[in-house]
C-alpha cells in the first residue's frame, strides 16, 4: 500500500551500536515498523524499531500535553485544560446551522449539501458550538455524531 510520508530526520546516529534515531512526519496509516523494515532492505543491512514514540497526532501533541501529577493537582481545576470537542475536526468546513435545522440534526435528518460539497462538515450553533458532524452520502449531508447542546 502506498502511504505518504511529508519528512524523516535524522536526530542520532552511533555508529558503534548502528543505532538511529529518526523524526517521522507522516500521514495517517503509515506503519513506522514496516519503514525500518523497508529502509533495512534497502540499504542491504536490515532494521528494526527498539522503541517507537509518536508525539502528535493532528493537532495534538506531546509538547502540549500535561502529566497526569500536574491534573491531579489542580484539583477540580482539571477541566479548565479541557480542549475543545471538535479540535480534530478543526480542519474541516463548518456550516453553521440556523436553530431549525438544530432542531433537524440533533434528531438526525440529513441537510442538503453545498454545491461543491466536502465529503465531511461540521455542524455548528449560531454561537460556534459543535452540534454534529455530518458526511456527504447522496447529495445530502448526513450526521454521523450529534453532540449534546
Same mark, same amino acid.
Do not use: N
Given at each position: 500500500?502506498?502511504?505518504?510520508?511529508?519528512?524523516?530526520?535524522?536526530?542520532?546516529?552511533?555508529?558503534? *551500536?548502528?543505532?538511529?534515531? $529518526?523524526?517521522?512526519?507522516?500521514?495517517?496509516?503509515?506503519?513506522?515498523?514496516?519503514?525500518?523494515?523497508? &529502509?533495512?532492505?534497502?540499504?542491504?543491512?536490515?532494521?528494526?524499531?527498539?522503541?517507537?514514540?509518536?508525539?502528535?497526532?493532528?493537532?495534538?501533541? &506531546?509538547?502540549?500535553?500535561?502529566?497526569?501529577? =500536574?491534573?491531579?493537582? &489542580?484539583?477540580?481545576? +482539571? *477541566?479548565?485544560?479541557? %480542549?475543545?470537542?471538535? $479540535?480534530? %475536526?478543526?480542519? +474541516?468546513?463548518?456550516?453553521?446551522?440556523?436553530?431549525?435545522?438544530?432542531?433537524?440534526?440533533?434528531?438526525? &435528518?440529513? $441537510?442538503?449539501?453545498?454545491?461543491?460539497?466536502?465529503?465531511?462538515?461540521?455542524?455548528?450553533?449560531?454561537?460556534?458550538?459543535?452540534?454534529? +458532524?455530518?458526511?456527504?452520502?447522496?447529495? =445530502?449531508?448526513?450526521?454521523?455524531?450529534?453532540?449534546?447542546?
Amino acid at each position: 500500500r502506498t502511504v505518504e510520508i511529508d519528512s524523516i530526520t535524522l536526530q542520532a546516529y552511533d555508529a558503534a *551500536t548502528s543505532t538511529a534515531r $529518526l523524526d517521522v512526519v507522516c500521514r495517517s496509516g503509515t506503519y513506522i515498523r514496516s519503514l525500518a523494515h523497508d &529502509m533495512g532492505q534497502a540499504v542491504g543491512c536490515g532494521a528494526y524499531l527498539s522503541s517507537l514514540t509518536r508525539t502528535a497526532v493532528g493537532p495534538l501533541s &506531546m509538547d502540549t500535553g500535561l502529566e497526569p501529577e =500536574r491534573l491531579l493537582a &489542580m484539583g477540580e481545576r +482539571w *477541566t479548565d485544560c479541557l %480542549l475543545p470537542i471538535d $479540535l480534530p %475536526l478543526q480542519t +474541516w468546513p463548518a456550516i453553521t446551522l440556523r436553530s431549525t435545522e438544530v432542531d433537524a440534526v440533533r434528531h438526525g &435528518m440529513s $441537510l442538503a449539501a453545498p454545491e461543491s460539497a466536502a465529503s465531511r462538515y461540521r455542524f455548528l450553533d449560531d454561537h460556534g458550538q459543535l452540534v454534529a +458532524w455530518a458526511e456527504l452520502k447522496d447529495g =445530502r449531508l448526513q450526521p454521523r455524531a450529534v453532540f449534546e447542546a
